[in-house]
């Protein structure tokens, strides 16, 4: 909604703006330096708006595909955060399994005792 038209008036070579959703076929816009008119017609309307498509709809293509892509590595992320962290408390129940932690050294008594 704030695309702005740019015209360079014919009397004075003066540049100004008119706003895209005012710009239309029969509108009278005026120079604000001269006071010369300018009306639009029907084939200066259609290049304008035919630009103005193509340049933002091949931005928000692009905008849309991206945000796809992106969607779609967060996900890849997660799902490889999640494997790995997975992995990760097997291997530490693994090794709580395959290791014997020292623990307080119990004496043997009786007949096993002399054995030792």
Known sequence: MTWQVPIICHHCNHNYTIPFRQFQVGVVFYCPSCSGSFVPNSV???TVRDSFERFYGAR???REAYQRKRV???AEFEQRQAAQS???KKSLHDMAE???PAGKLVRRRGLA???T
């Open 113 to 115: 005792a002399m054995f």
């Open 72 to 74: 779609r590595e967060q």
């Open 44 to 46: 200066l309307y259609k």
């Open 98 to 100: 395959q290791m014997k």
């Open 60 to 62: 928000r293509r692009e």
């Open 86 to 88: 997975a992995a990760f």
